[in-house]
């Protein structure tokens, strides 16, 4: 499911500094980045994309909570803490990021086959659901208002690529990206989290 095409549709770039280019665009430029960024049969950039999302995101996590981490459930092998982070950021990055996307994305594809005729192919939705997460670098911050911003934008960014590649309208790719959504950036990035944590926070002032 991942193939890597080497002179893709759209004439993209490869290596790291395409993948910093790529997350700019879809960021600031998103309806003119998904027709030209994302191409026929060749899901590996978006794949490695989202994998270097997760694992920026997830190095700020560590960085910046530091010692507290290890206390909200984090696995620690023999005192070795180091080592502990390495090997959860494998896990995480090399793992789950991979399977929850082709998850959510055989998800995607049920829901525009039965409401989207024009639908492109899975391979395309697989690289829109990768290029969504580029927000998501930021919800490492410790800070519940980074994280639903950043969160909303990627899910926001999911039903602008649904509607550019698989040709329907904002209001129907919105509708259709919302349970790939809830679990991408709700559970996943942890939007839902950010948001309970934010409720509290103004609660208390």
């Not at 639903?148 to 329907?168: C, F, K, Q, S």
Request: glycine share 12%; proline share 6%; with cysteine.
């Amino acid at each position: 499911m991942t193939q890597w095409v080497e002179n893709p549709a759209g004439g993209r770039e490869r290596g790291p500094r395409a993948i910093v280019r790529a997350w700019f665009e879809a960021i600031v430029r998103p309806r003119r980045f998904f027709p030209v960024g994302v191409a026929p049969s060749d899901q590996a950039p978006g794949l490695v994309f989202a994998m270097g999302v997760t694992l920026v995101a997830s190095l700020l996590r560590f960085a910046l909570a530091g010692e507290t981490i290890f206390a909200t459930g984090y696995p620690t092998l023999g005192g070795r803490r180091a080592l502990s982070v390495v090997l959860v950021l494998a896990v995480i990055v090399v793992l789950v990021a991979p399977l929850v996307l082709h998850l959510v994305a055989a998800v995607q594809t049920l829901l525009l086959m039965a409401f989207a005729p024009g639908r492109a192919g899975v391979s395309e939705t697989v690289q829109v659901i990768g290029y969504a997460t580029a927000p998501c670098v930021f919800v490492g911050l410790p800070s519940p208002i980074v994280g639903v911003l950043a969160t909303g934008y990627g899910a926001a960014l999911l039903a602008i690529g649904i509607a550019e590649i698989h040709a329907v309208s904002i209001a129907r790719a919105a509708a259709l990206s919302a349970i790939p959504a809830t679990i991408v950036f709700g559970i996943g990035y942890g939007g839902f989290e950010a948001f309970e944590t934010l409720l509290r926070t103004w609660g208390t002032v």
